[in-house]
């Protein structure tokens, strides 16, 4: 699980929110600090999703006694590993003052497609048959300060949850190229598909080459794309 949080403007209170994720769905332990003498009436916490979630249930509304605090859950369904965002506010009244409803805008909750996918296998027949079949395929080039060949297969490996399929003999030896299929599944039984190409450069030991990943879900290859090219980037950050 993981946390967000985030702290209402002129600090008239705070809001963070527990993110427990399960098989197929979210639960939002939202806690909610009054830190004003206020009473804040009908105060509601609004969610909205992006993506393949569902919002189950809706928080219902409280009246926040001045300095209180209180603790509200609310359920999102999973239905996919497409990136999925949700948005939140909080809304309210301030008892005796007259006027529109305050409202504040909480942080973004990024679900991470990584909670639901698991390395899996296939034989290279199936593996060829889901290749040809899925229309969706997504293109990272090769951007790494690494420069050992089945160094960054591995890095590859642990950033997409996905496992090799290529035998380890075949990629032993130094021809400086290394090719490899990869492969994961998600909980909702949705397949990825990804073929690892990559040459060392003579010139300078660097390496070169793309990852080409395909799946039946925009979504999948879009997101798994995404968690390439962001690992990438913090890799060479470092």
Known sequence: SSGINAEWPLRPGYAEAYINVNQYDIVLDVLIVNQTPDTLQNLSLELTTLGDLKLVD????VTLAGNDFCNTKAQV??????TGIIFGNITYDISGVSGDRSCVVLNDI???IMDYIE??????????KMWAEFEWENKVSVQTNITDMNAYLSHI????????LT?????????????AN?????????????NLSIEQLSENGMLSGHIRIRAKSQGMAL???????????KEKAV
């Open 167 to 179: 035998p380890r003999e075949a990629l032993t030896g130094d021809c400086g190229f290394l090719a």
């Open 182 to 194: 990869l492969y994961a599944k998600s909980v909702f039984g949705e397949d990825a598909l990804a």
């Open 119 to 128: 390395p899996a296998t296939c034989s290279d027949t199936e593996f060829r």
């Open 157 to 164: 490996l642990t950033c997409t949850n996905m496992k090799c």
């Open 223 to 233: 997101s798994l794309g995404d968690k390439i090219t962001l690992s990438q980037k």
């Open 58 to 61: 809706k928080p219902s509304a």
């Open 110 to 112: 990024h679900i991470d």
């Open 77 to 82: 369904k999973v239905a996919s590993t497409e």
